[in-house]
Structure formats: structure tokens, C-alpha cells
């Protein structure tokens, strides 16, 4: 199927067109208003034409037969790049992430990425805060994967299926400076700082009621007075 006869629609904000057996992206030069676009589950292998899309938030293409990374720089406030399910493989097919500094949220996942040194790419991205990677090999090949991940990507709020809490990131720092040693101390720390709150909380509301049943009482007398 091709894409085309939308040049009338200029005003559109996002874009559904997944499920539509396209091969090329293509005809999209009047969707200069466009938003977010999902050309998921298609046969697309390349990524091309998306120039004019300037004020392009959401992009996926998951499910395609993409095997580079590629002509997505020109888009500067692209922020979400849903790309898993493809072809992609080696270090050089996601290399030009580097140079996509506006991505925050980066679903690799389902792909046949096996080179660790593909962490090195994603080092380079400064506003990259969620990042999906299951279902590639490089996963087995890092020891300590998600501690590693973690300490290297500074902005990591999500990796994979859940969330990196400060808790998390704080342990797993701690681990790359000292060892498991370290890292048990920082969590024992961490796990002080929790019981303290919940007890000061505990404590505030104790107060609260003594000075309610204070204020009771002292009522109490004046009405007897």
C-alpha cells in the first residue's frame, strides 16, 4: 500500500496509519502541524522523509523491518521513539541516536542488538529518561545489567519493566564505587532514612491528637468554670 492523497489535511496533530501493509514513508511534506505519528505493524525498512515534520513529538514504528537508525536529527523536539520489534543489530544501526539529543523516552526492545558497547551510544543522548532494552541479546552479555545501565545512564528514571527509584540509583552507585559491600551499607542507610520518616510521621501525628485532646480538655474546663 502507498501513502498518499493527504495533502489537503495540513491541520492534523497525530496521525494513525499502522496495520496498513506501507512500505516507505512517504507524501507527509504538508503535515507540518503533526505531533504524533504511529506507523507500527507495517513493512517499512527505511526511515526516511520525515523533514517537514518539525514539531514531531511521538513517533513509533514499532513491528517494521527497519535495520538503521537514521534521518531522525532533523526532528528537534522529538521526544518519544518507539522503534522495537525491527531489525536492528549492530552499534552502526543505532548510532545516529547520538545525535537525537531531544529523545527521552527509547523503546529498543525485541530487536537483535548484541553488542554491549551499544550502552555507549545511549550515553551521548543528555534527555534520555526511559529506556526499554528486553528482548535483546546484549542484555545476557552485560554482567550486572541493570546496576551498569543504571550507573551509565545518569537519567534513567525506567529501564525495562519498572521504575529507577532514587533508592535504586543511589545503591547501585554505591556498588560501582565499593563493591556488594557498599552497595549493602547504602541500602541499610537508605532503609534508616525510610523507618525514621515513617516513624517522624507516626510522631507528628501523635502530636496533632495530644494537642486536639488538649485543646478538648482545656474546653472542657472552661465550660465548667
Known amino acids: 500500500m502507498r501513502l498518499e492523497n493527504l495533502e489537503e489535511y495540513t491541520g492534523l496533530k497525530c496521525l494513525w496509519l499502522e496495520c496498513n501493509g506501507l512500505q516507505k514513508i512517504q507524501n507527509l511534506e504538508a503535515q507540518t502541524e503533526l505531533r504524533c505519528l504511529f506507523l507500527h505493524q507495517n513493512l517499512i525498512n527505511k526511515i526516511e522523509n ?8 511521538s513517533l ?13 536529527s532533523c526532528l528537534p523536539v522529538l521526544n518519544t521513539l518507539q522503534i522495537s520489534h525491527n531489525q536492528l543489530q549492530t552499534v552502526e544501526d543505532v548510532q545516529h541516536l547520538q545525535e537525537c539529543q531531544s529523545i527521552s523516552v527509547l523503546d529498543l526492545s525485541h530487536n537483535k542488538l548484541d553488542n554491549p558497547t551499544v550502552i555507549n551510544i545511549l550515553e551521548k543522548m ?16 552485560i554482567p550486572n545489567y541493570r546496576k551498569i545501565v543504571t550507573v551509565r545512564l545518569k537519567g534513567l528514571t525506567y529501564l525495562d519493566d519498572r521504575p529507577v527509584f532514587p533508592k535504586d540509583r543511589a545503591c547501585a552507585e554505591a556498588w560501582a ?6 552497595e549493602t551499607e547504602e541500602r541499610e542507610r537508605w532503609e534508616t532514612k525510610e523507618r525514621k520518616k515513617i516513624q517522624d510521621s507516626i510522631d507528628a501525628l501523635s502530636e496533632v491528637r495530644r494537642q486536639a485532646e488538649e485543646r478538648k480538655r482545656m474546653k472542657e474546663m472552661d465550660n465548667k468554670g
Request: aromatic content about 2%; hydrophobic content about 35%; glycine content about 6%.
Open 50 to 57: 520525515l523533514e517537514r515534520l518539525q514539531k514531531l513529538d
Open 60 to 72: 513509533n514504528l514499532s513491528n517494521n523491518y527497519i535495520k538503521t537508525i537514521e534521518n531522525l
Open 126 to 141: 543528555p534527555n534520555l529518561h526511559v529506556l526499554n532494552l528486553m528482548g535483546n541479546e546484549l542484555i545476557k552479555k
Open 177 to 182: 564505587r565499593g563493591g556488594r559491600e557498599a
